[in-house]
């Protein structure tokens, strides 16, 4: 099977600075707010080459970090999801007045038939808008609560 990538970007904003918001785009950051994320960390922690598995839905994710650019607020990520895609996962924080403006791209390949209809209904417009809300959402309690510091 051969089939394009598809990619779907969408940002949103928390009331924080990037310094405290972009470390919560880590295997381990995301621990603090994402339900059900318990990464294995295979090798490295943040930086360029650092690899980790996910479980989810039934399937094993496997993730390598391809950018990590503390300074910049930014890092990218490769992963594997067993048997349906392949795909790259970039997170940009930036400063937007008081706060930071982050920004969630997905460009997912299918490896599959079952991998094709994953991605694209992953990728529809607005699930995916609704998908990164509750990421604005999830963080935004997070703050809202005065944990991380």
Known sequence: MSAAPATQSASFHLDAPPARVF???TAEGERAWAPGWNPQMLSGAVERGSVFRTHAQGRDTV??????RAAAHRASYARLVDGLSMGLVDVACDADGSGTKVTVRYTLTPLSEEGASAASDFLEPARYAAFIQEWQRAIG???AAG???
């Open 141 to 143: 309690a997070l703050f």
């Open 63 to 68: 993730w390598i970090v391809t950018d990590f």
């Open 23 to 25: 470390p919560l785009f």
């Open 147 to 149: 944990t991380p510091g």
